[in-house]
């Protein structure tokens, strides 16, 4: 079994995705700061994954930073398995209020690269709000819940970290110290599907990715581990109901 206490459970999901983080205004925004009572001083960051944020969720009076965070939209599987909204208060956490300290900064400012400096701080913001949500184990079901589990997360990452490889149920068992029925029951209890099931979606999302960027349908069967372009054409078309020429720009 691998050490999961050295994994980096979120590095190898996050970087498959841009993020766009960019200032927007009430009512339109998914990411918002709001300050403390009586202070000038940032103390709650909100962030619906779906959707937007509204004044059911926040006075906006005490918004500080609003912002339109695009994640990969329904793409990013990550997204689907957040709460529908993550509020968390910043008051101990130093790394959190001096981010969003620079990101309040930057958007009051005309200044030269700040929509670049608010995407990357924003983009930083979100990764260490995911960073909580696993610490804090908020989520104990679906894939957040399966990179929380100590057992199930050194397999995931490998799914992540390498997609294309042959995978066999056994090998997952084994990186996670399971037996393959015991891996297999808590992987599907926990996550909300089979690992083979997991994985074929996991490509499927990366596939239907590379071939809209205009990736050769044959290249991305091969990086994905399909023995041809019609084995992952397919694939395609049992996932989404369509073949994967139809995204091509």
Same mark, same amino acid.
Request: proline share 5%.
């Given at each position: 079994?691998?050490?999961?206490?050295?994994?980096?459970r979120l590095s190898a999901l996050v970087s498959?995705?841009?993020?766009?983080?960019?200032?927007?205004?009430?009512?339109?925004?998914?990411?918002?700061?709001?300050?403390?009572?009586?202070?000038?001083?940032?103390?709650?960051?909100?962030?619906?994954?779906?959707g937007v944020l509204s004044d059911n969720d926040?006075?906006?009076?005490?918004?500080?930073?609003?912002?339109?965070?695009?994640?990969?939209?329904?793409?990013?599987?990550?997204?689907?398995?957040?709460?529908?909204?993550?509020?968390?208060? *910043?008051?101990?956490?130093? &790394?959190?209020?001096? =981010? /969003?300290?620079?990101?309040? !900064?930057?958007?009051?400012?005309?200044?030269? @690269?700040?929509?670049?400096?608010?995407?990357?701080?924003?983009?930083?913001l979100l990764v260490l709000l995911l960073r909580?949500?696993?610490?804090?184990?908020?989520?104990?079901?679906?894939?957040?819940?399966?990179?929380?589990?100590?057992?199930?997360?050194?397999?995931?990452?490998?799914?992540?970290?390498?997609?294309?490889?042959?995978?066999? *149920?056994?090998?997952?068992? &084994?990186?996670?110290? =399971? /037996?393959?029925?015991?891996? !297999?029951?808590?992987?599907?209890?926990?996550? @909300?599907?089979?690992?083979?099931?997991?994985?074929?979606?996991?490509?499927?999302?990366?596939?239907?990715?590379?071939?809209?960027?205009?990736?050769?349908?044959?290249?991305?069967?091969?990086?994905?581990?399909?023995?041809?372009?019609?084995?992952?054409?397919?694939?395609?078309?049992?996932?989404?109901?369509?073949?994967?020429?139809?995204?091509?720009?």
């Open positions: 079994m691998i050490d999961s206490s050295r994994i980096d498959r995705f841009e993020i766009d983080v960019v200032p927007e205004s009430h009512g339109m925004a998914n990411l918002v700061i709001c300050q403390r009572a009586q202070s000038t001083l940032p103390g709650r960051i909100l962030f619906a994954p779906v926040y006075n906006p009076d005490n918004a500080v930073f609003l912002a339109k965070a695009n994640w990969g939209g329904s793409e990013n599987p990550l997204l689907i398995a957040l709460p529908d909204r993550i509020v968390v208060d *910043i008051d101990d956490n130093s &790394e959190l209020q001096s =981010l /969003s300290s620079l990101l309040i !900064a930057e958007s009051g400012q005309q200044r030269c @690269g700040a929509g670049s400096v608010i995407n990357r701080l924003g983009e930083v909580v949500q696993l610490s804090v184990g908020t989520t104990d079901s679906g894939l957040l819940g399966g990179l929380a589990d100590i057992r199930l997360s050194p397999a995931i990452v490998a799914m992540h970290e390498r997609p294309g490889e042959p995978w066999r *149920i056994e090998r997952l068992a &084994e990186i996670s110290g =399971l /037996s393959t029925s015991r891996f !297999a029951d808590r992987f599907t209890k926990t996550v @909300g599907q089979t690992p083979m099931s997991y994985l074929r979606c996991w490509r499927m999302v990366l596939a239907h990715r590379d071939v809209q960027h205009g990736d050769r349908i044959q290249a991305v069967a091969a990086r994905y581990g399909y023995a041809s372009s019609e084995a992952l054409s397919r694939a395609f078309r049992r996932h989404f109901g369509a073949n994967p020429t139809a995204l091509r720009p």
